[in-house]
Structures are given as C-alpha cells and as structure tokens.
Antibody
C-alpha cells in the first residue's frame, strides 16, 4: 500500500527555521515527481513547491520563493522542505503529494502542522 | 497565474439528491483539471482527473465534465460519506492552482 508520512512540524518563532520530511513507501519513489501543498487553518489548499524525479528541476510558489528549499533523497525514499525566515502567514498544515505523469496528485500524506508564533 | 473559481462556496443537500459543483478557470486549461475531496482533519483525496476520469476506487456516482474554462463535478445521488469539501485544481503547469473549495453540507 502506498504511504506518505510527513514529520518535522511544530511551533517556531517568526524568523526561525524548520525542516519537514516526507517518508514514502509502497511505490518506486524515484520514479515520481513530488510536491508540497499547504493549508492554513480553516482555509483552502495552496501549492508550495514541485520537485522532479532527479531533483534537478524545482519550482516554488512566489509566497515562499527564496525562503523555502525543496529537496529529495531517492536512496532514502524521502522528500524534504527546508523552511527559513518563517512568517506568521506560513502557519499551516503541510502535505506532501505524489504527482502522476500528467500532473495531478494521486496520493497525499496526512500532513504536519507548522505554527509560526512568538 | 490562472485563477480557479468554484461555485457555490457552500451547498446544502439531502441524502439522495443530485448535486453539481462548478469550477471556472480564468483562461483555457484544456482538460487539465482534477477534483479532490477533503474531510475534516484529513488529507485531500483524488476523485476526478483530466476533467472527467474517475480515479480508481471512487464510486461511480461521481462524475466530471467540461473543458476549456468551465468544469463541473456531479454527485448523482448524495450519500452520507460524501459530505466534505471539494476542491478543483488546475495542473500540468509550473504553478498549479486550486479553487477556494465547496463545502457540501447536510440539509
């Protein structure tokens, strides 16, 4: 069974950093593009970042560009999101999502909550 | 970026009713549209991809249609398990975008 499990969320002060992880199992991780999507409390879904199978191509939403870094380790079947210079508006549940070849997200993790507050 | 607008924002319906949710794109997106279902405290779940293709394991009472800028998600006979928030998503782009969501409530 396919599974994506996020971890690393928590409470952090404005300006701080946090690194999220997403552990994949049940499918050939190296063969799939991956994404991060977030959801602020009570709000809708917002795409955050995309990474290609090799990790050589990465895209970011304008709201996180220059502050967040998306990466992957195919040997460990893991996806990462390094978040720096965090702001209150980054408070959200962060999901990792597996992308099918044409671009829709066929599998999602359960999410990890990031709270940015002093 | 392409904007996705869903209507209505909230929909109240009874079990057994037919419901339709609309998603409009700010410019043509061909058929690059997915629908997701999200229940409270849970991850989104794929329902429809490429505008009208039913994801494996999703009940056949769900259907999608449309192309270009206007799309619909229809539930032919609403079941208790279907009460949730539904999001459309434009994909196959460097900047995928979601609609704001439609909450399907019990009438």
């Amino acid at each position: 069974e396919e599974q994506l499990v996020e971890s690393g969320g928590g409470l952090v002060q404005p300006g701080g950093s946090l690194r999220l992880s997403c552990a994949a199992s049940g499918f050939t991780f190296s063969g799939y593009e991956m994404n991060w999507v977030r959801q602020a409390p009570g709000k809708g879904l917002e795409w955050v970042s995309y990474i290609s199978t090799s990790g050589n191509t990465i895209y970011y939403a304008d709201s996180v560009k220059g502050r967040f870094t998306n990466s992957r380790d195919n040997a460990k079947s893991s996806l990462y999101l390094q978040m720096n210079s965090l702001r209150a508006e980054d408070t959200a549940v962060y999901f990792c999502a597996k992308e099918e070849s044409s671009g829709y997200y066929s599998s999602w993790g359960q999410g990890t909550l990031v709270t940015v507050s002093s | 970026d392409i904007q996705m607008t869903q209507s209505p924002s909230t929909l109240s319906a009874a079990v057994g009713e037919r419901v339709t949710i609309t998603c409009r794109a700010s410019q043509s997106i061909s058929s690059w549209l997915a629908w997701y279902q999200q229940k409270p405290g849970k991850a989104p779940k794929l329902v429809i991809y490429k505008a009208s293709n039913l994801e494996n394991g999703v009940p056949s009472r769900f259907s999608g249609s449309g192309s270009g800028t206007e799309f619909t998600l229809t539930i032919s006979s609403l079941q208790p398990d279907d009460f949730a928030i539904y999001y459309c998503q434009h994909y196959n782009t460097y900047s995928p975008t979601f609609g704001q969501g439609t909450k399907v409530e019990i009438k």
